[in-house]
């Protein structure tokens, strides 16, 4: 067995994911990336070791002409070629349209949902890379998305919640992939994949990033995308201890001991918490109102109540703060 | 008033910083940064809103030669100019040394706090800006040290507890200058800066972050440097408002039913907090020590005692967790 193949059935039982008796739609472009993880798809299935049904899906933007024509034509010769059942969409987005790549993105996704929730699949299973999480992490560095922005995309996340069962969005090669491996894979099986298909075209950001910022940066550190792609993941996991934390603060009701106790810093980050348990959301909630709870709880001289915008109003009351609607 | 030196001085009250009868050391390298710095404190001195005296501290490394001596030049020149003292200090650091930068870093901190314990100064001004921060955010990145070394350098830190009393380093530019504004506002005063002092040319890596890097990141978005600072400050509030949470939680008694009911994740980080608290340092202590831990706590059939390296115990006894020496 190539290491290749033998890393994703590792991989497919570390995330926990059936063996058999199941349907998972692959999202397949026609790149390195989703070309190599089709084959692996097969030659599992080939030796017995996933007992699955699984369907290809390509979508086809429309966008490029004839060069997304060629797409098709390849992915529809690879699906006849495994023997696998795939399903293409035609889209009809306008390339003059702004947000064309988050548009773009958009419809496929829900042709990927519309397809999961038809066959009653499992999952989509995406090729997503060391590299593209690399990518991304950078891409919302510069874009200056905040740091909520910086963790890493996850292996598995719900794509939709269906009326009969959640859709999984699985991306089996993201943990242990780069982009070399898929590429070298490809050609050792011979698998011509298209090079520049639509998705990596798409978005010209990505693209630069790929083509002219990440070779720099590899003269700084060689192994600057596992580097990255490391830091995006810890950053995660830091941000769930973190927020769980803090709702665990404010699982139980608010003393104000406890709360004087603390930082001016966690103090409002509590605050923070725990208005969007009360409230559902931290609409409207902007930092002079948190100053203001804060003022209640520290201050000895500041009133009972205050009152918030939309009649909700922060009251102290034996020795703990509450909060109640007008 | 120039603005550069208005927005020192509120930085300044910001800080809560002295504002007579205090002694301060500037770190005056000769470039415009610790130019500018020197020059606002000299106009804010003249303009009686600081009462303080200022004592400049050049260190030549002795490594360039005569590049260096007129570095010295440059700065004695500068300090008759104001009417500031000087303190000149001539290093003898060997060029073909491994770890020169680090070697004359600590050289030149060890100088600095010397001059401050002596003269018994409030602390050592640095000008750092913001471009340092972004700079030093980049370096951390690449080099991969781990989202802790993301975290933005400090307006205030303690440089050395001495006997007497704490050393402070003080960054009265890092919050809102940048290298544009120290440039622009000593070319307004006529000041001939150096370019590319003994500091600037000693990392290299970081002239290349400065010379190469940054203009391609400025590309894909001209506030990048901007956004790299605010991220870095970002972070370093996220991770002490995390760790804040943590010590909050192994403050009193670690109950197994409060670590039963949480994540893997956050059992691991509070087990790990528990542990320092205990310890003093987390020396030793590995993934397998933890994940032992935390099997005691949730696994019915383990034991009630295990023993760590050292002759460290940890035992579950009625409903609670404890760590004794043997």
Redesign the interface.
Known sequence: VDPFVRKLITEWRKLGLPFSNEVFVVALSGGADSCALTMALKELQERQKLHLRFVLAHFNHGLRGSAGDKDEEFVRNLAVKFGFEIVVKRGNLSSVKSNLEENARNARYEFLAEITENLNAYGVLTAHTINDQAETFLMN????S??QG?SAMKPIRTLKQSSQRKILLIRPLLRWAKRYDTESFCRKRSIEFRLDSMNEQMNF?RV??RK??LP??E???P??I???A??AR??A??????S???K??VSSDLRIRDLKS??S??RQ?VLRAWLEKELGNLKGVNSVHIEAIEKLITSRKSGRIIELPKGICIEKKAGKIYLYKN
Chains 1, 2 share one sequence.
Request: aromatic share 4%; charged share 25%.
């Open positions: 560095l510069l874009r200056g905040g740091t910086l950001t630069k990033i002219k910022l720099l940066l003269e700084f550190n192994k600057i596992d580097v990255l490391r830091t810890n950053l996991s830091e941000a769930e201890v973190s769980e934390l803090l665990n603060f603390v930082s810093a966690l980050a």
